[in-house]
């Protein structure tokens, strides 16, 4: 399907088009052209992906400047979904075009994914072990460039991995072929070629027209400096199923430690020790010669060119960074190991405390300067001055100094940042613990920090998802001014979901999770009559959600004394997500299994769970979604009591505002699970007497608001069986009416809404005209000027 916006001439990879996906790509289209940022709110399941792939690979190949699209996604499934969809793009527009020029620019477009070394790693040895950490580590030994240059002098005399070799002979911009491939493509193509597929992206990235690769190779400062470093500042950025976003760009800033990793950051500093004794004995003159370079005043003890190999980059910001020579007191190699000896030593006294500790990184240096003579300086560049010893020393198996680089990392953030963060010294992991186990959070309180340099960098920033309403809130909490900010209704021809807010069960108790009724037995029983009443009339697949793992082990529990596991089982199996993820994934494979051969099964997950985020329920796998409870955070937590206050006294941002907002996303993209296409059918329960309130349900996204009735916002558990059943008779009826021209547009659809917006257009141009040629009798310009004012 071939259609024009403005003059922008649009290829769409399918015959019919949704009005939703015709007004998104108009929105996206003018947020491209006035090279600003926006914020787009989609229904699931209405093709977002393939709307913002279109429009953006249309304006890319109209366009001369070609601009780069760099598009985040979340998970590792959803980068590879979001290539096979940009595959099929790409094929339909070859076919489209109609000369030999348009087919050969067609084919020369090229679109890259980018995940880690374990994803990517084709080594017999090295893709066998399990921790990515591990395998980094490993990959590092075998490629970094000290080694390299080692083995290509005395073939034979260190391992090197050939693939990674093979690649080093092959011309830079031309290490696979123009197209679009997924990551199991590359992956094919390596063990067809000999070649490795981490660094064949890696290398490609600075010739490739897309780029799909996770939030953090772009928010995480430590990543970006290594990937995102070579982007140019034109280029547009797309954050997908970006509801979390502000979570993402705090775990970026923030780092924990513990006992034990201190211990291993002691032992590491001691090996480092013996490394450089060693070395003074054997290579004096390297140590020397690093020295040398460092009072020299040059930043890295090698050229600017990248690093491939860096065991670590700098944790911060690239504003933050210093342009300017390392201290003296750090330069020897023996002074630096004998600084982070008493850094470390001073963390682990720090932890010896039995009380909880708050305080701001100011006070945490004066404290640390009164008792150590540790000076805020020498710990701003703690991280770069590791990076250049580790390299010098030519470290093998980098897995094992992991805490240490931690550690420097934590001095280097903590003596650059003063606002923003806050230390959290906590000695018990509960409340009423009694054996301590100590946790020092350095935890970033605000979330545009990370995002601030994407922002500055880049004109276009694309923010969107299925569930990111209210949308006024990230601009807020973000800290940048969108051009573009939208949601979008949904459009069917006839109701495909239902909405129900359950507020009492039969017996007329009032439901809900809320902390002091959370227990109570009528309120937990009322919760599994819910379950086993649905699991009786519902076919195939139920998904129910809790707010928390805690809370869903309690009721469980409850309900297994009450007999009403025994009763769910007549009708379902059961199934539940665990925090252990190969757990997990067994348990959705079974359940999916259960689905399919007709037995029917429920599966019971948690609220910001695996579950929740990237895993749809599409057809037979989710006829319902349970919601028990508000998923509110857990108040106590005090790094989030922290960022509360915080969001309150710099953004005016109140406490229950932002919980509310935070709970309600989280609502939304749980029951969003249900719904993953026009076709596709389902109920959402929302199973608490919280959810009746006007100011609760204004934060739901506008396409789930706009099907919640009057009365189906305060029903009874028997009531909301009734408008289920009635719901569910009426949607396997079959549908007559078209949904063509309302629900799908073809092409003259568009170009009637073209038409009717241009009309639209004159019209109120004509108005404004009118309005000028009368005047609002008032005074004009002229006359003000000629005013004689005596001030």
């Known amino acids: ?83 096979t969809e940009l595959k099929r793009l790409m094929e339909y527009r070859i076919s489209c075009a109609d000369t030999v020029e348009e087919k050969e620019k067609e084919s020369n477009f090229m679109g890259l994914g980018l995940t880690s070394r374990k994803n990517l790693c084709i080594h017999p040895e090295v893709s066998k072990e399990k921790k990515g950490k591990v395998v980094d580590a490993r990959c590092r030994d075998l490629t970094n460039a000290a080694v390299c240059e080692k083995g290509r002098q005395d073939p034979g005399s260190v391992d090197l991995c050939d693939w990674h070799e093979n690649l080093g002979k092959l011309d830079p911009g031309s290490l696979i072929p123009a197209g679009i491939w997924t990551l199991a493509d590359v992956l094919q193509y390596g063990r067809d070629n000999g070649t490795c597929p981490y660094f064949t992206v890696r290398r490609m990235m600075p010739f490739v027209d897309i780029i799909i690769y996770s939030f953090h190779y772009l928010l995480d400062p430590k990543v970006a400096e290594q990937v995102s470093k070579e982007m140019s500042k034109d280029a547009i950025v797309v954050f997908d199923e970006a509801h979390n976003i502000d979570n993402v760009c705090i775990e970026s800033l923030s780092i924990d430690l513990t006992r034990p990793m201190l211990d291993s950051a002691a032992r590491s500093v001691g090996k480092l020790g013996e490394k450089i004794e060693e070395i003074k004995q054997t290579d004096a003159a390297k140590l020397q010669d690093e020295y040398a370079k460092l009072v020299a005043g040059l930043q890295d003890a090698t050229d600017d060119s990248v690093d491939e190999d860096a065991f670590m980059t700098n944790p ?197 999770s809320r902390f002091e009724v959370r227990n109570d037995p009528a309120v937990v029983r009322n919760f599994g009559s819910i379950l086993i009443e649905y699991s009786k009339i519902v076919p195939d697949g139920i998904v129910a959600f809790f707010p928390s793992y805690l809370y869903m ?118 029951v969003g699970r249900v719904l993953r296409g026009k076709t596709d059918w389902g109920l959402m329960v929302f199973a608490d007497k919280r959810f009746a309130r006007a100011d609760k349900r204004a934060k739901l996204p506008r396409w789930i608001n706009q099907y919640i009735t009057e009365t189906a916002s305060n029903l009874s558990t028997d009531m909301a069986l009734t408008l289920s059943k009635l719901f569910m008779r009426t949607i396997s009826q079959n549908p007559n009416e078209n ?53």
């Open 316 to 512: 911060l910001l690239p504003d933050d960074l210093l342009k300017e020579a390392i201290p003296g007191n750090i330069r020897k190699a023996e002074h630096f190991v004998a600084f982070l000896k008493r850094f470390v030593e001073y963390l682990k006294t720090r932890m010896r405390v039995l009380h909880v500790v708050a305080e701001t990184p100011l006070s945490f240096l004066q404290h640390l300067k009164d008792i150590t003579y540790i000076e805020r300086r020498p710990l701003r560049f703690c991280a770069e001055r590791l990076q250049s010893m580790v390299r010098t020393l030519e470290l093998q198996r980098l897995d094992e100094y992991a805490s240490l680089q931690k550690v420097a990392s934590f001095a280097t953030l903590v003596a650059t940042y003063e606002k923003g963060f806050l230390l959290i010294l906590e000695p018990f992991e509960t409340d009423n613990a009694t054996i301590p186990n100590p946790i020092f959070h350095f935890t970033c309180l605000d979330p545009s920090l990370a995002i601030k340099p994407v922002f500055e960098r880049f004109s276009s920033v694309v923010i969107t998802s299925g569930t990111i309403s209210p949308l006024d809130m990230y601009p807020k909490m973000l800290q940048f001014t969108p051009v573009v900010q939208e949601t979008y209704p949904m459009t069917l021809t006839r109701n495909a979901f239902l909405p129900l807010v359950i507020t009492r069960g039969s017996d007329q108790v009032a439901i809900s």
């Open 553 to 670: 082990e309690s009721i469980v529990a409850a309900w297994n004394d009450m007999g009403i596991l025994n009763e769910v089982w007549k009708n379902k199996l059961i199934f539940v997500e665990t925090p252990d993820a190969n757990e997990t994934s067994i348990a959705l494979e079974n359940y999916r299994r259960a689905c399919d051969n007709g037995r029917g099964a429920v599966l019971l997950s948690v609220a910001r769970g695996k579950v929740s985020e990237g895993i749809d329920f599409d057809h037979n796998y989710g006829r319902a979604v349970l919601m028990f409870g508000v998923p509110y955070q857990y108040t106590e937590s005090r790094i989030l009591k922290a960022r509360l206050e915080y969001l309150r006294d710099a953004y005016r941002i109140r406490e229950s505002e932002f919980l509310g907002f935070d709970a309600m996303r989280n609502a939304a993209q749980c």
């Open 739 to 791: 949904q063509t021209g309302i629900s799908l547009w073809t092409l003259e659809d568009i170009e009637k809404a073209q038409a009717k917006q241009k009309e639209l257009a004159i019209e109120a141009e004509q108005s404004r005209e009118d309005e000028e040629e009368y005047g609002d009798g008032g005074i004009d310009d002229d006359m003000l000027v000629d005013f004689d004012l005596d001030v």
């Open 1 to 83: 399907m071939k259609f024009f916006i403005d003059n922008l001439p649009i290829i769409f990879p399918y015959d019919r088009i949704y009005p939703e996906q015709y007004a998104y790509m108009c929105d996206l289209k003018r947020t491209l052209d006035a090279t600003g940022h926006c914020v787009l709110e989609m229904p699931s399941g209405t093709g977002k992906t393939v709307s913002l792939l279109s429009l953006i690979v249309s304006y890319q190949q109209f366009h001369p400047t070609h601009r780069k699209l760099i598009y985040c996604s979340r998970t590792v499934p959803e980068i590879e979904k979001a290539l």
